[in-house]
């Protein structure tokens, strides 16, 4: 018997991957059909795929053609599967031609021509294009600006800020740069918002009014009551509000969660996250994001997905600037639980390890600084030589997976986003104690 094995995303499955397989059928006897995983793709930057693996799965089995279906989850897999499964012919798409000639030493390796004119990148492109405004004066809209390209079906259309001296070329260069957001809403179908922390709500509010779906730099606002309000008015007209924390969309840190969770460490006891940066140091500047509205929601994040939002205490310790009352070169939160306890420091002029552990009562897992865009961490045990490293690639920092998202959930008409809406809520109550004075002074 002449065992084939080929591989494909198989996203959108169309007449061209069809033919394929039948051709790869023809090869033999018996047919291996490998479907690329959800983190595989990711870690090749394959981000937009449009299908879960078990839709893939399944539509694969569907054709027939499959005598046998694997799932390829890592770098140098194919090796190990022509061995494990004896396959006597490997096989491709032509568009690989070449790329897997080192495989010849263990089979036959047949390069197949694709079918031209079908593929599921076209089918997706066929698709309407979302036009994304921008909001603000941030520099990050540049990384927001360059990471877009990285996902289909995605359009910048244009810009509203008052500021344009940190802006990019590429930005300043869009089709509408103002400082009228009613002129940047008849050019787009959704906004990115990145304003001041205080000017949030009222960016979302015309944004939502005007129609606009809406993904939002964290934290969406600076009281519960108005994020209630702007969520309650985007769902009751099928508009997307979106928190964004590119931390959430990062392979590794999901990755991390899980098994945290799935008890790689035993039980949870204490969570431990710190975000520091120098950059505006003294706060001299005006306008500039102190600590609490630029670190602490995604400070919260890892304490907050692992441990839960109930909490039993809470208490905030800052140190305020000479030069304005309300901003935190550096605050402390703590958090207690049932049987847990966690704490976060962030600072926007004090510097500090930014490293993330989390205790359990079997190990421990070490996230190195940056921990909030790491593509590495560690799971440590008493026994050292029990310890597991974990590599993922991180690309663009997350912002093209969190854009992703957010387009998908804009085509879907429903709100999946890996930030769920109480987390949200939670965050913003603790950020808006601060704003409200209650707080120790350091």
């Not at 787009?188 to 922390?197: E, F, L, M, R």
């Not at 950059?279 to 304490?303: D, V």
């Amino acid at each position: 018997m002449v065992k084939v094995i080929t591989y494909g995303t198989y996203d959108l499955l169309h007449e061209g991957h069809i033919r394929l397989l039948k051709r790869a059928k023809a090869l033999g006897d018996y047919l291996i059909v490998g479907v690329t995983g959800d983190g595989f793709d990711l870690t090749r930057g394959k981000i937009n795929v449009q299908q879960s693996l078990v839709e893939r799965i399944e539509a694969v089995k569907a054709t027939g053609l499959a005598d046998q279906i694997i799932v390829e989850e890592y770098e140098g897999q194919k090796i190990d599967d022509i061995r494990r499964y004896e396959a006597d012919i490997f096989t491709v798409g032509s568009d690989w031609k070449g790329k897997f000639d080192y495989l010849s030493d263990l089979c036959k390796v047949v390069y197949l021509e694709r079918t031209e004119g079908i593929s599921s990148s076209e089918i997706r492109a066929e698709k309407r294009e979302i036009r994304i405004g921008l909001i603000g004066d941030s520099p990050i809209l540049n990384k927001f600006m360059r990471e877009s390209r990285h996902v289909n079906g995605v359009k910048i259309t244009g810009v509203c800020a008052r500021d344009l001296s940190q802006l990019s070329d590429e930005i300043l260069g869009l089709q509408c740069v103002t400082d009228s957001a009613d002129l940047l809403y008849e050019n787009c179908d959704a906004v990115y918002i990145i304003s001041k922390p205080e000017s949030h709500f009222q960016d979302i509010k015309a944004s939502l009014e005007a129609r606009k779906h809406v993904l939002c730099e964290s934290p969406i606002t600076l009281s519960v009551e108005e994020y209630d309000q702007l969520s309650e008015y985007a769902k009751r007209n099928g508009l997307i509000l979106m928190d964004g924390i590119k931390t959430a969309y990062s392979t590794a840190f999901n990755r991390m969660i899980l098994l945290v969770k799935g008890g790689v460490i035993g039980d949870i006891v204490s969570v431990d996250a710190v975000c520091t940066s120098l950059r505006n140091i003294g706060a001299e500047q005006p306008g500039l994001w102190n600590s609490m509205s630029f670190w602490a929601t995604t400070a919260m994040l890892p304490i907050f997905d692992i441990l839960g939002t109930d909490y039993k205490d809470k208490q905030i310790a800052s140190r305020i600037s000479e030069h304005d009352d309300k901003f935190d070169l550096f605050s402390k939160i703590t958090f207690v639980y049932p049987h847990a306890v966690a704490s976060l420091k962030i600072g926007q002029g004090v510097k500090s390890e930014g490293e993330l552990i989390i205790s359990g009562t079997k190990g421990y897992v070490y996230v190195p600084a940056p921990w909030w865009k790491t593509d590495y961490f560690e799971v440590r045990y008493e026994n050292q030589s029990d310890n597991k490293r974990f590599f993922y690639k991180l690309e663009g920092e997350g912002i093209r997976f969190e854009i992703l998202s957010f387009i998908r959930q804009i085509e879907n008409g429903a709100k999946f986003s890996y930030i769920g809406e109480n987390t949200s809520r939670k965050m913003i109550e603790v950020v808006s104690d601060f704003y409200k004075g209650d707080f120790v002074r350091l």
